[in-house]
């Protein structure tokens, strides 16, 4: 039988993104490790693994998904029980044999988030947020990525086609979605870097648009990768997926938990800064 599954994880420094690597501990390779302990995995070729989506490092995921054909009736809560609780599984779907998990994805999400009051201390101004929003309606169809990607050694098409990119601010936070059938290697947070640059005026949309030209080589570091997470994959209807609830609420209990203390560090980094805190 083969599954496809969907599952979180929270980028840290313990893993180096999610793709296996030969020496370094990453959520592809932890997954392997635990799914052969549990006894769904015995040769991992034979088994078909596929992660839909890489990550790099500090990237997370609410909704990455991986394939796999066991032999074993696949009972999520009992991979989640050897799982650390920053990565988890949390729905299923029955597939046929040749479903790929990366090739037959019709849409990738991601979003970006960007807390306001440290970008405005940053650029020592507000970004225009009106400026961003042009930029980002400038990327949206297709285009030559090149100088939004990643430049490797591989050969791959830069061409991609970019459906949907909104801005919104909420509260003390910028959002930034994109959806596309693929993206390339850091393409992502290259557009936020670039995006940000416009918002803060030490790029003219014209320059932006100069980006466009592969024939012009630009070299620039992409936005920090903690603000980047892997929200969603779709695919077509006829994938009906299982949502367990037990695994649904392992995830949000874990996500509840990591917000209480978040918040608490983000007062107390808030009340030092004040002369009437003691």
């Not at 830069?158 to 990119?165: A, D, E, K």
Request: glycine fraction near 2%.
């Amino acid at each position: 039988m083969k599954y496809l599954i969907k599952f979180y994880y929270i980028g840290s420094d313990k893993y180096y993104g999610s793709q296996r690597q030969v020496k370094e501990p990453t959520i592809e390779s932890l997954l392997i490790e635990v799914l052969k302990k549990k006894g769904y995995i015995d040769d991992i070729k034979n088994s078909q693994f596929e992660v839909a989506s890489r990550t790099d490092k500090l990237v997370s995921a609410r909704c990455n998904a991986f394939s796999l054909m066991t032999e074993k009736k696949l009972i999520l809560m009992e991979i989640n029980s050897a799982l650390p609780k920053d990565i988890g599984l949390w729905a299923l779907a029955k597939v046929s044999n040749d479903f790929s998990a990366r090739r037959n994805a019709i849409q990738r999400q991601y979003k970006y988030i960007i807390y306001l009051p440290y970008l405005q201390s940053k650029y020592h101004k507000k970004p225009n947020l009106k400026l961003m929003k042009k930029a980002c309606k400038l990327l949206e169809g297709e285009h030559d990525f090149s100088n939004f990607a990643k430049r490797t050694k591989e050969h791959v098409n830069p061409i991609r086609t970019l459906n949907n990119i909104t801005l919104k601010k909420k509260k003390d936070f910028i959002i930034i979605d994109f959806k596309s059938r693929a993206f390339l290697r850091q393409q992502v947070r290259r557009m936020v870097a670039k995006i940000l640059d416009v918002g803060a005026q030490r790029m003219t949309l014209n320059n932006f648009l100069e980006l466009f030209d592969s024939n012009q080589f630009k070299s620039y570091e992409p936005a920090d990768p903690r603000g980047l997470i892997l929200w969603d994959i779709k695919y077509n209807k006829n994938i009906e997926f299982i949502i367990d609830q037990r695994s649904k609420t392992r995830m949000f209990d874990y996500f509840q938990e990591k917000e209480r203390k978040s918040a608490l560090k983000l007062n107390l980094f808030r009340s030092l800064q004040h002369d009437d805190f003691c």
